[in-house]
């Protein structure tokens, strides 16, 4: 069995309580009777992309368990890599990383558009990286993690910036059935659907979370965010049946 805490959108700087919200996450995970097999952040670290939040970042990302963590549209590549990551910066390229244990194969790509587009894009660079995973894994389960979901979700505002130019990645997903999930976040709200036939799975978001268009609210760009709502993550557990099964955890 293979137990992965997913969580999003922790935007470290875009409010007073961005520190403590996902500190109160991290505590929690640190705090459990076993260990995990993988945490996976999928984007928007920092609010502005500047490096004292990146700096706070790494601090509270520290864990006793494997932790991967991804870029979103709020964050900087360059400032990213060299400060959370402690990576020289290539020029700006994709932050594509890939986490192998005994058991499963994770590959966090990095669906950002510089400098901090909204929507996102998984470049051709990105696209042959995953490949060459992919090609190079045909046994264990793969988990395929970005920012951007890359179909729509029925919720205007998250719709408008989602993933573009999806189809090369659901044709190379299609292609490999060892590919067990999607894991995506951005929409700021927790969400299941399918892509390429696979489960697609959303991560709620940390920092806030986005009222749905038949809310109160949730058509509005201004007032959709809530930040009363305590935040919260997903556990995503793969069984020896192949069979994924997805609970929500509310922090509080």
Known sequence: MIVIAHLSDIHIGATPGSVDRANAVMRYLDALPGDLDMVLVTGDIADHGVAEEYEEARKLLTSRHPVLVGPGNHDVREEFRRVLLGLPDPGGRPINQVFRSSKAVYAMCDSSIPPRQNPG???????AWLEGVLEGERELPVFVAFHHPPVTLHSPIADAIMLRRPEPLE??????????AVLVGH?????????????????PGVISTLKLPWEEGG???????????????????FDDDGRLTTHYRVIQ
């Open 219 to 237: 058509t509005s760009p201004e007032n959709c965010a809530d930040y009363d709502v305590p935040p919260s993550i997903a556990f995503h557990v």
């Open 121 to 127: 894009l998984l470049d051709d660079e990105t696209i």
């Open 187 to 203: 929409a700021h709200t927790a969400a299941a659907t399918t892509f390429a036939g696979r489960p697609l799975l959303v991560g």
């Open 171 to 180: 044709s190379l997903i299609a292609r490999h059935p060892n590919v067990a």
